[in-house]
């Protein structure tokens, strides 16, 4: 099986060429996969001269794991596991988007009864302040200040815990299940998250204080790795890293999906308080500044799911949950607002074909997808950053990689 | 901008044979364009004032398995603006033939997101982007063989470099 056609191979020449020639004048620097601050097993290749990046060129695929190919192979609802395995620090997030993406193909989204809803995006708000208080501390060690990221994970270690009452595990839960939910929350949860929400509300003004008008913090992220709304827009950036460029765009709103039009809180943008519109800063503080909005969704959901939507003895998570998960033949592309920004996926649904005892050909109804592409945040995210870090100084780039706050198993799937 | 709205500005624009068809069966409505207009169908609705579709958020790229013989790729655009979104798709026949890969234009001038979206269904799927400024393997080691997400997609080899595949 060699291919012949060179037309294929051209680029990859092109690659080593560019990279032999770069041996000559300037230096070749492989930083990761094992580099601490570039967050997992991402490699970039740096054409540096001295101290100044010419060019980034990412290698990714250290942790791919062939999700699309397994969504090709398993049901629906056998796939949950796998999407919770890409954006690892906010499972909840994907399985939620996930489902209700299946959910929409079948019909029964209306269905879905409001108890359930609550208790899911109450757990996704949970999960997304996880993840935030995970990207801002590693943040904070990546550029050299190690006391925020043991606050932050004091703090995150509470939701850990939480998170494995509702559903047994700690990061990986398989909670949220396509038509309902694995369990109803363990009783006196709801009494649990409102001590924490009391414990952790003045812990954002505190991390303010300690990184936030940091003047090293500040010296060491504003006017860093600018991305303009236009840049970001055409690179397909979404979430924090969208917002950070001024633009008040949150699919939460705009899609308006769930029961997050029901919920009242802002969506907080980048503002260059103290550098540019679009800097590392700026992505930083929005990231801040969402972790207070969730705390707001939070309570509201608490609010009704301790009045109207109280628990009931015959309340069951799993009643509306279709025994065959068969949708009609169609292709549907579901995204949602995750941790990280706009997460997509995208069905092709059609019947399978195969051949009776008779062998006659007949077409069948199937629970497996036949073809599943996910659009992971961080993957567009990422795709920027030779865009945005070219000609800035090797220290800048740890700070850009930071604020970016990919996770390597969504960029990889 | 409504879908039949869209549909008459691009054939006004373009003429009659750039739309091939529309599938209008589903939740989301797609477009079907002749691949090779895909450019500028996108360059169009991306800078025309009335439509705005800016954002590029998912390409895909899709083999639509033996019997069909078609390979295809899906666009999905969003408006931020209007905040609406549509799909678009373009697909080609092709015999499977590893030296005559299903070739689609690159839309990497219009989206810089097309980029790596491009690179990932070349190394998945198997089809050759004209145009694209980089396209090497994104996901895959550079001399991996074959095209895992097609649908006649079998490992042969017992061993991948000394290592045996169980």
């Not at chain 1, 592309?333 to 706009?342: D, N, P, S, T």
């Not at chain 2, 997400?149 to 000394?162: I, Q």
Request: net charge negative; charged share 30%.
């Amino acid at each position: 099986m060699n291919i012949t056609n060179s037309k294929y191979e051209e680029a990859l020449e092109r690659y080593k060429q560019k990279i032999a020639d770069a041996a000559t004048e300037e230096m070749v620097l492989n930083m990761g996969p094992q580099h601490p601050s570039t967050h997992g097993v991402l490699r970039l290749e740096l054409i540096t001269d001295g101290e100044i990046v010419k060019e980034v060129i990412p290698h990714i695929g250290y942790l791919h794991r062939c999700f699309e190919k397994h969504a090709e192979s398993l049901t629906y609802q056998q796939t949950i596991p796998f999407t919770d395995r890409m954006d690892y620090l906010a499972s909840m997030n994907n399985s939620h988007i996930w489902c209700m993406g299946v959910e929409k193909m079948l019909g029964i989204d209306q269905e879905i009864p409001k108890r359930i809803e609550y208790i899911r995006v109450l757990v996704c708000e949970l999960n997304r302040i996880a993840s935030h208080l995970i990207a801002i501390g590693t943040y904070g060690i990546d550029i050299g200040a190690f006391t925020p990221f043991l606050w932050c994970f004091r703090d995150r270690e509470h939701i850990m815990g939480m998170l494995e009452w509702v559903s047994g595990s700690r990061m990986l839960y398989n909670y949220i299940w396509v038509g309902g939910l694995f369990y109803d929350l363990p009783v006196g949860f709801e009494e649990r998250c409102r001590e924490f929400v009391e414990y952790f509300k003045p812990k954002t003004a505190e991390l303010n204080q300690l990184l936030t008008d940091n003047s090293i913090f500040i010296q060491r992220t504003a006017n860093i790795g600018v991305l303009p709304m236009d840049v970001a827009i055409n690179y397909g950036c979404s979430g924090p890293m969208l917002r950070g460029s001024g633009l008040k765009w949150d699919l939460r709103r705009i899609d308006g999906y769930s029961v997050y039009p029901e919920l009242d809180f802002e969506v907080p943008i980048g503002t260059g308080m103290v550098g540019t519109v679009g800097d590392c800063w700026d992505r930083y503080k929005v990231r801040v500044d969402e972790i207070d909005q969730s705390i707001r969704i939070i309570e509201q959901c608490l609010d009704r799911l301790q009045k109207e939507l109280k628990r009931t003895p015959e309340f069951d998570p799993r009643a509306k949950m279709p025994r065959k998960l068969t949708p009609k033949p169609q292709d549907f592309y579901f995204r949602g607002e995750g941790a990280k920004g706009e997460l997509g996926f995208y069905f092709i649904h059609d019947k399978k074909r195969e051949t009776d005892k008779d062998g006659n050909l007949r077409l069948a109804d199937t629970e497996v997808p036949f073809r599943v592409k996910a659009r992971g945040p961080s993957f567009c995210n990422l795709s920027v950053l030779p865009e945005i870090s070219r000609g800035v100084m090797i220290a800048d780039l740890i700070a850009i990689i930071g604020s970016i706050d990919f996770v390597l198993g969504e960029v990889d799937r | 901008m409504s879908f039949e709205q869209i549909k008459l500005l691009l054939i006004a624009k373009f003429g009659e044979d750039v739309i091939v068809g529309e599938e209008t069966g589903g939740l989301q409505p797609a477009l079907l364009i002749d691949p090779d207009r895909i450019i500028d169908v996108c360059r169009e609705l991306r800078d025309n004032p009335k439509t705005y579709f800016d954002f590029l958020s998912c390409l895909t790229g899709v083999d639509y398995g033996v019997e069909d013989g078609r390979f295809g790729v899906v666009y999905h655009l969003a408006s931020i603006p209007y905040q609406t979104q549509l799909t678009l798709k373009v697909s080609k026949e092709n015999d499977r033939n590893e030296d005559e890969l299903p070739s689609f234009p690159s839309i990497t001038s219009i989206y810089g997101a097309a980029d790596w979206h491009e690179r990932e269904a070349y190394e998945m799927i198997g089809m050759f982007f004209e145009g694209h400024p980089d396209l090497r393997k994104l996901l895959l080691p550079d001399d991996w063989e074959g095209y895992p997400l097609r649908k006649d997609y079998t490992t042969v080899d017992k061993y991948y470099k000394g290592i045996k595949i169980d």
